[in-house]
T-cell receptor, first 116, second 115 residues
Framework: AQKVTQAQTEISVVEKEDVTLDCVYETRDTTYYLFWYKQPPSGELVFLIRRNSFDEQNEISGRYSWNFQKSTSSFNFTITASQVVDSAVYFCALSEANTGFQKLVFGTGTRLLVSP | DGGITQSPKYLFRKEGQNVTLSCEQN?????MYWYRQDPGQGLRLIYYSQIVNDFQKGDIAEGYSVSREKKESFPLTVTSAQKNPTAFYLC??????????????FGPGTRLTVT
């Protein structure tokens, strides 16, 4: 069965600190997709990144970077030089290719609090 | 601007009443979804629809019903049979009939409180 674990319930940092949000997943499928979404206080989820299981290249987008390691079934998210606007709940999610439709399985989320 | 609209933002109902949450998208997406979010939990799938006039149950469909008469609309009815309806409800959509690789776009959500 597919499962996503975000063990960090809440992380508090001071502005400009780097922070890493952990995501560990379980799946029996060889083809799958991993996602990160941001949920700001307004409530709607904002798509950040997608990774497929065959692409283990790390990705950097501005202050955001993602480290995908199949060997440890992890897809961690790092924010460099955090800012107050980064305060939100971040969700990692998994979608398996064999389901026939996009069923996203979400982790329980990590609440990030960035203080000035 | 393209996006997903959910209204109202906050909804209050008495126990035993059915209530319908609206979800409209102008992204021309084929697939639409309803999720429920409870405090400290991830999102759980209630129903999804890949095309007009077709929808499927998700993981927690009991006590809910949906319709998909138009491509842009996917309303969710929370019936009196739902034992614990107070939650935050999020609607989402994706293109290409819900291929596993597609990202989903979310609406602002409706917070339903039933007393």
């Amino acid at each position: 069965a597919q499962k996503v674990t975000q063990a960090q319930t809440e992380i508090s940092v001071v502005e400009k600190e780097d922070v890493t949000l952990d995501c560990v997943y379980e799946t029996r499928d060889t083809t799958y997709y991993l996602f990160w979404y941001k949920q700001p206080p307004s409530g709607e989820l904002v798509f950040l990144i997608r990774r497929n299981s065959f692409d283990e290249q790390n990705e950097i987008s501005g202050r955001y970077s993602w480290n995908f390691q199949k060997s440890t079934s992890s897809f961690n998210f790092t924010i460099t030089a955090s800012q107050v606007v980064d305060s939100a709940v971040y969700f990692c999610a998994l979608s398996e290719a064999n389901t026939g439709f996009q069923k996203l399985v979400f982790g329980t989320g990590t609440r990030l609090l960035v203080s000035p | 601007d393209g996006g997903i609209t959910q209204s109202p933002k906050y909804l209050f109902r008495k126990e035993g009443q059915n209530v319908t949450l609206s979800c409209e998208q102008n992204l021309n997406h084929d697939a639409m979804y309803w999720y429920r979010q409870d405090p400290g939990q991830g999102l759980r799938l209630i129903y999804y629809s890949q095309i007009v006039n077709d929808f499927q149950k998700g993981d927690i469909a009991e006590g809910y019903s949906v319709s998909r008469e138009k491509k842009e609309s996917f309303p969710l009815t929370v019936t009196s049979a739902q034992k614990n309806p107070t939650a935050f409800y999020l609607c989402a959509s994706s293109c290409d009939r819900s291929l596993p690789r597609n990202e989903q776009y979310f609406g602002p959500g409706t917070r339903l409180t039933v007393t």
